[in-house]
């Protein structure tokens, strides 16, 4: 870790950029950091900012991986169900709709929105916003989209589908043959996918290439002066 002095000649980010720290309050302005590497409150220690190596590029590719995972996760079934002779099996779609047919509406359509609906609209909206910045400046409709992505992660569940099934599959297991399906691997490769996305996205990266309200052009370092704060962040660059 190494500590930043006030009269560094550190690049800076714009003045926009100074934040609080959400453990102590302590006002900062953040600096431009090296890929990899982070910011962490002074006082602290609380990490105020993360630099992702590869901001656009990687999480692009596992948002690519988690659409298709998607698709065979909500077309493909979940398992087959042997007993006495009988056979069947369904989707994560079918089973919301014998839900809402059997009068069990409100259950199916939770099911319907948390599993389907907003985990493909959040990957959807990733992906627009992802291939938008990878040519800045990118249009000012990409940070509208990147805060519904947001809002939507909120309610994309897939992993309270997956833990539902597996204790489904422990209780039905002990009455018939249960053989797992194509989609409940897939259910089982999207949370995976989805927080992978979440870990290696940095917001700030769409943020400086977003096209401003003014019409301006973002810059890509800032050159104002250093702002006043009580102290500035300690960098801690990523290891060799």
Known sequence: ??????????????????????????????????????ARCPR???VLATASTDPIDWPLALAIAAAIVLVVANTTPLMGISAVG?????????????????GQA?????????VAAAPGAYILFMLTVLLAARRPPAPRWAGELLRLAGHLQLWAMPEVMLLGILVALVKIAELAT????????????LPVLLAGIAVSFDPRAIWERVLWADGEVPPRTSRQAPLKTTADPAVEEPPR
């Open 86 to 102: 009988r056979t069947a099996d369904t989707t994560i779609l079918g089973g919301a709709l014998t839900m809402w047919t059997q």
């Open 44 to 46: 602290c220690g609380e």
């Open 1 to 38: 870790m190494i500590p930043m002095a006030p009269d560094l000649t550190l690049p800076r980010r714009p003045s926009s950029d100074a934040i609080a720290c959400p453990g102590c309050d302590l006002l900062q302005r953040l600096p431009i950091l090296p890929p990899g590497g982070r």
């Open 106 to 114: 409100l259950t199916g359509a939770l099911v319907a929105i948390c």
């Open 178 to 189: 249960v053989d797992a399906g194509v989609g409940l691997y897939a259910t089982g490769a």
